[in-house]
């Protein structure tokens, strides 16, 4: 047989289409788009949501609040009802000026006086006060860091061993219940997730208790997102947490 009756026939499958190609390149570059973009875009749009959102519900009531000849009024440019109408983020930025209003005024007597009647009230009301006293309490111990009483995040082996639990440090066991434990032992409130107003009181022995260097801030975000924000200086990259694992790294 000649050379040329040799020659191998190409398979049609073995050659790659030019058409199939180019739509692999689009698609591997449109997913590497995605993968930049998503983590700048969603936050951008979940932010104009909520401006959105606010806006809807404040804008009704800026206009009923302030008399009409006053909405009317021409500015040159503008009115009032037109800075209301196309400003967007004025339901957030009212929103802003009233609830800071609202803390100046509670920090003088007066204001005082009315707060307690307002607690009052909601503490009295079934329904309101079953979600206005967590609320609040939550507040107070997460907003004053200087006498806060909560001391410092830990780790704690429960509600068994071999399972370890995120809570906050309150303080050494007292009275009592020192007398009765015979050593020191740390009373340590363990929140549930993702609702930290609730969660159980222990007394842990104070060398089976972890220290953690988060602050609580930084604590209570992490059991609100169930475990998935970090503080940003203990965010670990992948690839040195699989070589810690003894993975090797990963090479493209």
């Avoid at 909520?50 to 804008?59: L, N, P, Q, T």
């Avoid at 507040?139 to 806060?148: A, H």
């Avoid at 309150?170 to 997730?193: D, H, R, Y």
């Amino acid at each position: 047989m000649t050379s040329g009756s040799t020659q191998k026939k190409t398979s049609p499958s073995s050659e790659k289409s030019p058409s199939v190609g180019f739509l692999g390149w689009i698609r591997a570059r449109f997913f590497a788009g995605l993968v930049i973009a998503t983590p700048i875009v969603v936050p951008i749009f979940v932010i104009v949501l909520v401006i959105g959102w606010i806006d809807e519900r404040i804008k009704p009531i800026l206009r009923s609040a302030i008399p009409p000849n006053v909405r009317g009024y021409d500015f040159g440019f503008f009115t009032v009802d037109t800075l209301i109408d196309y400003t967007p983020g004025i339901g957030v930025l009212f929103s802003v000026v009233a609830l800071t209003a609202l803390g100046a005024i509670a920090t003088n007597l007066i204001g005082r006086s009315v707060i307690r009647t307002s607690e009052k009230i909601a503490e009295r009301v079934p329904i309101l006060s079953t979600l206005y006293t967590p609320l609040r309490q939550l507040v107070e111990i997460f907003s004053d860091k200087e006498s806060s009483s909560f001391k410092e995040v830990v780790l704690v082996e429960y509600p068994k061993e071999g399972t370890w639990a995120v809570g906050f440090l309150t303080s050494p066991s007292k009275g009592e219940i020192a007398t009765k434990l015979g050593e020191k032992f740390m009373g340590i409130f363990v929140p549930t997730t993702p609702n930290p107003t609730s969660g159980f009181l222990i007394y842990v022995p104070e060398n089976k208790v972890i220290h953690l260097d988060m602050t609580v801030e930084d604590g209570a975000k992490l059991i609100v997102s169930a475990g998935v924000v970090l503080p940003k200086d203990q965010q670990v990259n992948p690839a040195i947490a699989g070589q810690a694992e003894g993975r090797p790294p990963e090479t493209s």
